[in-house]
T-cell receptor, first 111, second 117 residues
Framework: GNSVTQMEGPVTLSEEAFLTINCTYT??????LFWYVQYPGEGLQLLLK?????DKGSNKGFEATYRKETTSFHLEKGSVQVSDSAVYFC??????????FGTGTSLTVIP | EPEVTQTPSHQVTQMGQEVILRCVPI?????FYWYRQILGQKVEFLVS????????KSEIFDDQFSVERPDGSNFTLKIRSTKLEDSAMYFC???????????????FGPGTRLTVL
């Protein structure tokens, strides 16, 4: 079946630190992979996506590369800001009709 | 920018009571979804809805649950007789017509936190 395993949180970093949030997946077929972000009081927002192996999704300084050989889609950012404080969800979809999410990783960035 | 809205933001109910969670999807979207997240656990798919009928549902979506699009704008999730284990955050999502470029794009609301006492 399909599932996503995501790095446990919470994660606390100082401003300008390097961020990695690990995500691995199990899937039948060839899924698309996503990172969603949830800011306090808001909905889940699509941060980036990759639809096939070796694709790199990027947005707002965040990047993730679809690695089929390691079944991973780790989220990275070179220099985090206080405004990046949020909960980050890794997800996959293999049909467009249903998403499978990880548990979410809470990130707090301190000045 | 259009967004999915959900009401209420927090609902408290007694066990055995019926609750209706409301969602207003983005206006030109055709596909609608409900997900839930029990505290500390994964966001789980409940049901998808298209063309006024359920297109897919998970094992969680049993006879206690129902969905409806009562008018042209609202999309509701009803839990007929709530249990303690229904306490969770419920997310509504919607998708536009699924083309090659919009494939897999789901837009989520802020969620309704349901607490069953």
């Amino acid at each position: 079946g399909n599932s996503v395993t995501q790095m446990e949180g919470p994660v606390t970093l100082s401003e300008e630190a390097f961020l990695t949030i690990n995500c691995t997946y199990t899937a039948t077929g060839y899924p698309s992979l996503f990172w969603y972000v949830q800011y306090p009081g808001e909905g889940l927002q699509l941060l980036l996506k990759a639809t096939k192996a070796d694709d790199k999704g990027s947005n707002k300084g965040f990047e993730a590369t679809y690695r089929k050989e390691t079944t991973s889609f780790h989220l990275e950012k070179g220099s985090v800001q206080v405004s990046d404080s949020a909960v980050y969800f890794c997800a996959l979809s293999d049909s467009g009709n249903q998403f499978y999410f990880g548990t979410g990783t809470s990130l707090t960035v301190i000045p | 920018e259009p967004e999915v809205t959900q009401t209420p933001s927090h609902q408290v109910t007694q066990m055995g009571q019926e609750v209706i969670l409301r969602c207003v999807p983005i206006s030109n979207h055709l596909y609608f979804y409900w997900y839930r997240q029990i505290l500390g656990q994964k966001v789980e798919f409940l049901v998808s809805f298209y063309n006024n009928e359920i297109s897919e549902k998970s094992e969680i979506f049993d006879d206690q649950f129902s969905v409806e699009r009562p008018d042209g704008s609202n999309f509701t999730l009803k839990i007929r007789s709530t249990k303690l284990e229904d306490s969770a955050m419920y997310f509504c999502a919607s998708s536009p017509y699924l083309t090659e470029s919009t494939y897999n794009e789901q837009f989520f609301g802020p969620g309704t936190r349901l607490t069953v006492l």
